[in-house]
């Protein structure tokens, strides 16, 4: 049986059910109970025939929970997400956990609305956001947050970051400069299309006069107001000695107005207001849809960070408190309820936990994790309460990064669009003296057509889809990517995938699952004791190798003065002797004449002698062959370079049928090795995870790691891949190769229209709001082709 509340499995033994229609109705717990029966007793039951069943209701909110609720009454907390209107007026926006369909919106909104002191709640289905006015005389927040909990959705305040109220602000403006534009381009092209297909042709030239007079009065607030943005940037250019395609858009628009005023004033040559409103109103038309992809990317990072619980229960002497998440510090112990969103970044002290981190990755199946564990803030505890240790908050958290990246990826331009934004300053240099050229031409043929035929090949050749080619399909990747847990860093991506023939990997923790267990092992001495030491030190390595070693003792050695030797191993002092444990290159230097057993990679050693080996093994990837494979497949060569032993290199490369390998490699030979592969001409891509490859992932033309990876891995590296399947390398780079050709595509259009029209511009033979037309329907082209990469 299924839920009838939330549509979820009912457990066995609960036996709860709903009187809905007559007929009772299954429920999985008290809580689904509670919250339909208040749905039905409100008479809000219509919500369970127009939902949609096809999409699952999360827990409702516990009882315990709804007494933190009260804290969102604080004044200093309300500081953050509530507007003061006035005395008896406050708004806020609360971000709603779970709704799921167009029903659930109405349910929301129906409620509320029964609430004495509610003036206003208006539900956006598709970003999830609630936006409530109310009376704070008659009705306090807290009180709104429980009304919606009763009908079983969590909301939380929201908080735009700054980028995004920005973007806010942009699309606003823009859409009352449209709304001007688009007003006054209908009212004169009224009086235009009369004009030009003569139907007031036998009305006096005092009429058509006048006419021209309500088309000028239409068309100034265009030319005032809707187009301020084009002179503006215009100005910029100006100041910084630079041309861009706002200045002959400024031009055309200045000189097309101030030539038709001149001709309503003294009644002679030809107005082309309607020009000038249209041209406006596609040309704002363009820069908005631009701004809107822009956004939209923002806005997907910017709503994990509005996800985040305002809340936090802290561990103290007496008990637990609830407090803000900005006063958590790290060393913190929190407690983090079955159902509720982690407010912090933490290491896992509970036995184990299950937590959905769908979230940053787009999986939707929760991870497995044991005692010290990271756990990221953002991800949502599934099963039952845990505790973390606080490790990072606010904007050092995982999460805060992501958005941080995703800023910089969009604000950096690639190679690309530095070159095509080059080509249109000479494009544009090159259009201004071919529109002063033909302004001479054309009075020297024909004075009175000279100023129009101008106007028309400044507007037509304006170089706005050109502009517009790289920038809209950055956005659009960056913003898929992430969606699928992939990071970019920059647009190098973009850049290096079409000379990349090299890619070298990592083996541990990259092609294998980095996830060792110890299944040999050949000790000299006395097993207990070589537990304390190895024990001991491994627990300063943060190799993935060094993991089952570390646990091999409940009270490991103590040891001092440890010294880590890069892809070597570690050396220490313990009861004043020096101990070293790693790979047998290391312990050669103490011991020369050592030779390792078979496959055995660890080694411990005194001074004196060799204590133990020690043999580990590592999981390979379940989709490591497949990826290489179309590597392959794709001619691309894939190579490993390993610290690991070349034995255990070569067994691994034989079974993905790796033709090239080099094992027992240390981090200045891996850096060697792609620094002599780059000398030769070749583009080399690095993918891997640990400490030691930091130097080498820095160097590659481009590197990728994992979100599991060192935090001197993650640093180096230009891509982080959030989800941990090796095939995302695959996503990679089919999307930046799908971008560079929606690029090339976009370019080619913009400057075969831009070269093409041109001469017909000059020659006379199109007016100049047929151009403002197709100027805007290419940049339209533009950025409906870049809007392909939103999908996958």
Request: hydrophobic share 45%; net charge negative; aromatic share 8%.
């Given at each position: 049986?299924?839920?009838?509340?939330?549509?979820?499995?009912?457990?066995?033994?609960?036996?709860?059910?709903?009187?809905?229609?007559?007929?009772?109705?299954?429920?999985?717990?008290?809580?689904?109970?509670?919250?339909?029966?208040?749905?039905?007793?409100?008479?809000?039951?219509?919500?369970?025939?127009?939902?949609?069943?096809?999409?699952?209701?999360?827990?409702?909110?516990?009882?315990?929970?709804?007494?933190?609720?009260?804290?969102?009454?604080?004044?200093?907390?309300?500081?953050?997400?509530?507007?003061?209107?006035?005395?008896?007026?406050?708004?806020?926006?609360?971000?709603?956990?779970?709704?799921?369909?167009?029903?659930?919106?109405?349910?929301?909104?129906?409620?509320?609305?029964?609430?004495?002191?509610?003036?206003?709640?208006?539900?956006?289905?598709?970003?999830?956001?609630?936006?409530?006015?109310?009376?704070?005389?008659?009705?306090?927040?807290?009180?709104?947050?429980?009304?919606?909990?009763?009908?079983?959705?969590?909301?939380?305040?929201?908080?735009?970051?700054?980028?995004?109220?920005?973007?806010?602000?942009?699309?606003?403006?823009?859409?009352?400069?449209?709304?001007?534009?688009?007003?006054?381009?209908?009212?004169?092209?009224?009086?235009?299309?009369?004009?030009?297909?003569?139907?007031?042709?036998?009305?006096?030239?005092?009429?058509?006069?006048?006419?021209?007079?309500?088309?000028?009065?239409?068309?100034?607030?265009?030319?005032?107001?809707?187009?301020?943005?084009?002179?503006?940037?215009?100005?910029?250019?100006?100041?910084?000695?630079?041309?861009?395609?706002?200045?002959?858009?400024?031009?055309?628009?200045?000189?097309?107005?101030?030539?038709?005023?001149?001709?309503?004033?003294?009644?002679?040559?030809?107005?082309?207001?309607?020009?000038?409103?249209?041209?406006?109103?596609?040309?704002?038309?363009?820069?908005?849809?631009?701004?809107?992809?822009?956004?939209?990317?923002?806005?997907?990072?910017?709503?994990?960070?509005?996800?985040?619980?305002?809340?936090?229960?802290?561990?103290?002497?007496?008990?637990?408190?609830?407090?803000?998440?900005?006063?958590?510090?790290?060393?913190?112990?929190?407690?983090?309820?079955?159902?509720?969103?982690?407010?912090?970044?933490?290491?896992?002290?509970?036995?184990?936990?299950?937590?959905?981190?769908?979230?940053?990755?787009?999986?939707?199946?929760?991870?497995?994790?044991?005692?010290?564990?990271?756990?990221?803030?953002?991800?949502?505890?599934?099963?039952?309460?845990?505790?973390?240790?606080?490790?990072?908050?606010?904007?050092?958290?995982?999460?805060?990064?992501?958005?941080?990246?995703?800023?910089?990826?969009?604000?950096?331009?690639?190679?690309?669009?530095?070159?095509?934004?080059?080509?249109?300053?000479?494009?544009?240099?090159?259009?201004?003296?071919?529109?002063?050229?033909?302004?001479?031409?054309?009075?020297?043929?024909?004075?009175?057509?000279?100023?129009?035929?101008?106007?028309?090949?400044?507007?037509?050749?304006?170089?706005?889809?050109?502009?517009?080619?790289?920038?809209?399909?950055?956005?659009?990747?960056?913003?898929?990517?992430?969606?699928?847990?992939?990071?970019?860093?920059?647009?190098?991506?973009?850049?290096?995938?079409?000379?990349?023939?090299?890619?070298?990997?990592?083996?541990?923790?990259?092609?294998?699952?980095?996830?060792?267990?110890?299944?040999?092992?050949?000790?000299?001495?006395?097993?207990?004791?070589?537990?304390?030491?190895?024990?001991?030190?491994?627990?300063?390595?943060?190799?993935?190798?060094?993991?089952?070693?570390?646990?091999?003792?409940?009270?490991?050695?103590?040891?001092?003065?440890?010294?880590?030797?890069?892809?070597?191993?570690?050396?220490?002092?313990?009861?004043?002797?020096?101990?070293?444990?790693?790979?047998?290159?290391?312990?050669?230097?103490?011991?020369?004449?050592?030779?390792?057993?078979?496959?055995?990679?660890?080694?411990?050693?005194?001074?004196?002698?060799?204590?133990?080996?020690?043999?580990?093994?590592?999981?390979?990837?379940?989709?490591?062959?497949?990826?290489?494979?179309w590597l392959k497949e794709k001619g691309y060569q894939p190579i490993i370079l390993s610290g690991d032993s070349q034995s255990r290199v070569e067994s691994l490369a034989q079974e993905l049928g790796i033709s090239e390998y080099h094992g027992a490699l240390k981090p200045e030979q891996k850096l060697a090795f792609v620094t002599e592969?780059?000398?030769?001409?070749?583009?080399?891509?690095?993918?891997?995870?640990?400490?030691?490859?930091?130097?080498?992932?820095?160097?590659?033309?481009?590197?990728?790691?994992?979100?599991?990876?060192?935090?001197?891995?993650?640093?180096?590296?230009?891509?982080?891949?959030?989800?941990?399947?090796?095939?995302?390398?695959?996503?990679?780079?089919?999307?930046?190769?799908?971008?560079?050709?929606?690029?090339?595509?976009?370019?080619?259009?913009?400057?075969?229209?831009?070269?093409?029209?041109?001469?017909?511009?000059?020659?006379?033979?199109?007016?100049?709001?047929?151009?403002?037309?197709?100027?805007?329907?290419?940049?339209?082209?533009?950025?409906?082709?870049?809007?392909?990469?939103?999908?996958?």
């Amino acid at each position: 049986m299924e839920c009838f509340h939330c549509l979820q499995p009912v457990p066995k033994g609960v036996n709860l059910s709903v009187e809905y229609k007559g007929s009772d109705r299954p429920v999985c717990c008290a809580g689904c109970q509670a919250v339909a029966q208040t749905i039905i007793q409100h008479r809000l039951h219509a919500y369970y025939e127009h939902r949609d069943p096809t999409q699952l209701q999360e827990s409702p909110v516990l009882p315990d929970e709804l007494n933190d609720l009260a804290l969102y009454d604080h004044p200093d907390l309300q500081k953050d997400f509530v507007r003061h209107e006035s005395d008896d007026t406050e708004i806020a926006t609360l971000t709603v956990e779970n709704i799921t369909c167009g029903a659930c919106g109405w349910l929301i909104e129906r409620e509320l609305m029964r609430l004495k002191g509610i003036q206003k709640a208006v539900v956006n289905v598709t970003s999830r956001r609630l936006q409530v006015t109310w009376s704070p005389g008659e009705l306090k927040l807290s009180e709104i947050l429980r009304a919606l909990a009763g009908i079983g959705y969590k909301a939380l305040p929201f908080q735009p970051n700054e980028a995004e109220q920005q973007y806010t602000r942009q699309r606003k403006n823009y859409i009352r400069r449209l709304g001007v534009a688009g007003i006054a381009t209908m009212q004169v092209m009224m009086v235009a299309f009369g004009l030009y297909f003569g139907a007031v042709s036998d009305l006096s030239p005092d009429l058509q006069r006048f006419l021209w007079g309500v088309s000028l009065v239409f068309a100034t607030p265009v030319i005032l107001y809707s187009a301020q943005p084009f002179y503006a940037g215009a100005l910029r250019a100006l100041q910084a000695s630079r041309l861009n395609m706002d200045i002959p858009v400024s031009i055309a628009l200045l000189g097309a107005y101030s030539a038709s005023v001149y001709a309503t004033i003294t009644n002679t040559g030809e107005v082309y207001f309607e020009s000038i409103s249209m041209f406006t109103f596609f040309l704002l038309t363009g820069r908005f849809l631009e701004l809107l992809a822009k956004e939209r990317a923002l806005k997907f990072a910017t709503n994990r960070l509005t996800l985040l619980p305002k809340l936090a229960t802290r561990e103290t002497e007496n008990g637990s408190e609830s407090i803000a998440i900005r006063q958590l510090n790290v060393g913190d112990i929190i407690r983090v309820k079955a159902g509720e969103t982690i407010p912090a970044d933490g290491s896992l002290l509970s036995s184990q936990a299950q937590v959905d981190e769908s979230l940053l990755t787009g999986e939707s199946l929760p991870r497995s994790k044991k005692p010290g564990d990271a756990v990221i803030a953002g991800s949502i505890n599934q099963h039952s309460p845990i505790r973390i240790e606080v490790t990072a908050t606010a904007q050092q958290t995982v999460l805060a990064g992501i958005v941080s990246m995703q800023d910089s990826a969009l604000a950096v331009k690639p190679k690309a669009q530095q070159v095509i934004d080059k080509i249109a300053g000479y494009f544009i240099a090159a259009l201004l003296i071919i529109a002063v050229i033909t302004y001479f031409c054309w009075w020297w043929i024909q004075p009175e057509h000279a100023l129009w035929v101008t106007l028309a090949v400044l507007v037509a050749t304006c170089p706005c889809a050109l502009s517009l080619a790289a920038p809209t399909a950055l956005t659009g990747i960056i913003h898929r990517l992430n969606r699928d847990g992939i990071l970019l860093k920059g647009a190098d991506v973009l850049e290096s995938v079409k000379e990349l023939d090299k890619v070298c990997l990592d083996k541990t923790g990259t092609l294998t699952e980095g996830k060792f267990r110890l299944v040999e092992r050949d000790d000299v001495i006395d097993s207990e004791t070589v537990n304390d030491l190895v024990s001991g030190l491994e627990s300063f390595s943060e190799h993935p190798l060094s993991v089952p070693l570390s646990q091999l003792s409940e009270s490991p050695a103590q040891f001092q003065n440890v010294e880590n030797e890069i892809g070597l191993g570690l050396q220490g002092e313990f009861n004043d002797r020096q101990y070293r444990v790693g790979s047998e290159t290391y312990i050669q230097q103490w011991h020369p004449e050592f030779k390792a057993l078979n496959k055995h990679q660890v080694i411990i050693a005194s001074r004196e002698r060799v204590l133990a080996q020690f043999r580990v093994e590592d999981q390979l990837r379940e989709d490591a062959l497949v990826t290489i494979n179309w590597l392959k497949e794709k001619g691309y060569q894939p190579i490993i370079l390993s610290g690991d032993s070349q034995s255990r290199v070569e067994s691994l490369a034989q079974e993905l049928g790796i033709s090239e390998y080099h094992g027992a490699l240390k981090p200045e030979q891996k850096l060697a090795f792609v620094t002599e592969q780059q000398d030769t001409g070749n583009t080399v891509w690095m993918i891997g995870d640990g400490i030691n490859d930091s130097p080498v992932l820095a160097k590659a033309n481009l590197s990728m790691t994992f979100s599991q990876a060192s935090d001197l891995a993650q640093t180096a590296a230009d891509v982080v891949l959030l989800s941990e399947p090796l095939s995302q390398v695959k996503t990679v780079i089919e999307s930046a190769l799908k971008t560079r050709r929606i690029m090339q595509q976009n370019f080619v259009w913009a400057l075969v229209y831009n070269v093409s029209i041109l001469p017909v511009a000059a020659m006379g033979m199109i007016a100049p709001w047929a151009a403002a037309l197709g100027m805007s329907l290419s940049s339209l082209l533009v950025i409906g082709n870049s809007l392909r990469l939103y999908r996958k």
